[in-house]
C-alpha cells in the first residue's frame, strides 16, 4: 500500500489516493502528468502520510475519477 500525493507547489495542502505499487499506478501518474504537466503539480508517491508532513493537510480522495478530478481544479 501506498499513497499517491498531489501538490500543487504555490499552496498549501495536497491530495492524497490511497493506492498500491504497480502498472495502474505508473499509468495513472502519466496520465496526469500529461493532463498538467510538471510546473505546478508535484506527483509524490509516499508511504504513510503521517511521516510526511510537509504535504499537510491531506485532502484524501477514495477513487482514481476523484483524483483526476481534484488535480485537474488544482
Same mark, same amino acid.
Given at each position: #500500500? =501506498? ?8 499552496? &498549501?495542502? =495536497?491530495?492524497?489516493?490511497? /493506492? ?10 502519466? +496520465?496526469?502528468? $500529461?493532463?498538467?504537466?510538471?510546473? &505546478?503539480?508535484q506527483l509524490v /508517491?509516499?508511504? &504513510? @502520510?503521517? $511521516?510526511?508532513? +510537509?504535504? +499537510? @493537510?491531506?485532502?484524501?480522495?477514495? /477513487?482514481?475519477?476523484? #483524483? &483526476?478530478? $481534484?488535480?485537474l481544479h488544482m
Amino acid at each position: #500500500m =501506498c499513497y499517491l500525493i498531489a501538490k500543487d507547489i504555490n499552496k &498549501r495542502g =495536497c491530495v492524497a489516493l490511497k /493506492t498500491k505499487h504497480g502498472s495502474a499506478l505508473v499509468a495513472l501518474k502519466k +496520465e496526469l502528468i $500529461a493532463q498538467v504537466g510538471l510546473d &505546478r503539480i508535484q506527483l509524490v /508517491t509516499i508511504s &504513510r @502520510p503521517s $511521516a510526511y508532513g +510537509e504535504y +499537510e @493537510p491531506y485532502s484524501f480522495v477514495k /477513487t482514481e475519477e476523484q #483524483m &483526476r478530478d $481534484a488535480v485537474l481544479h488544482m
